[in-house]
């Protein structure tokens, strides 16, 4: 979450991004990054994004004023909620809940751009970049780190 200011600035000096460049810059955030303060500083800096939400207690307080539920990949449901929040920016918040170990479990995806459904909203999150955990996953392979060492069982 403390990173993310310094390497958005840094990309920012990279590619000599100015106000246009940022207006059509879309940020894909999972919820370690998805933290109200971080929302708000790169809708300031004139970013669009597209993130999950930080607080799971916020999520499950919001649960109650989503209006309807729909199916979303047989194991989880989507709705739309009005946003009792404020990030400086029009947004829009989707909701989701999936069933896990007898409970439900809830979190929230944030937008400044408009999409047609909220399945569609969901496809685009999820096509968030893996770099960071592909090129840690290639580092610990070549120096055979992710190797099982420690033969015996109770090791």
């Not at 590619?15 to 370690?32: A, I, M, N, Q, V």
């Not at 190797?147 to 109770?154: I, L, P």
Request: contains cysteine; aromatic residues 12%.
């Amino acid at each position: 979450m403390q990173c993310l200011q310094q390497a958005v600035l840094s990309v920012e000096s990279s590619f000599e991004l100015g106000s246009k460049e940022r207006k059509r810059t879309l940020y894909r955030l999972d919820g370690g990054s998805g933290t109200d303060e971080n929302l708000s500083w790169l809708l300031a800096r004139g970013y669009q994004v597209l993130g999950k939400g930080f607080s799971g207690k916020r999520a499950k307080a919001l649960a109650p004023l989503v209006s309807r539920w729909d199916a979303y990949d047989g194991q989880s449901y989507l709705g739309w909620v009005d946003p009792p929040f404020d990030l400086g920016h029009p947004i829009e918040v989707v909701l989701k809940k999936r069933w896990h170990k007898g409970l439900w479990k809830h979190s929230y995806y944030v937008t400044t751009m408009t999409f047609p459904s909220k399945r569609a909203l969901m496809v685009r999150y999820n096509q968030r970049g893996g770099a960071e955990i592909e090129q840690f996953r290639t580092d610990k392979d070549g120096l055979h780190l992710s190797a099982r060492r420690k033969q015996s069982f109770m090791a």
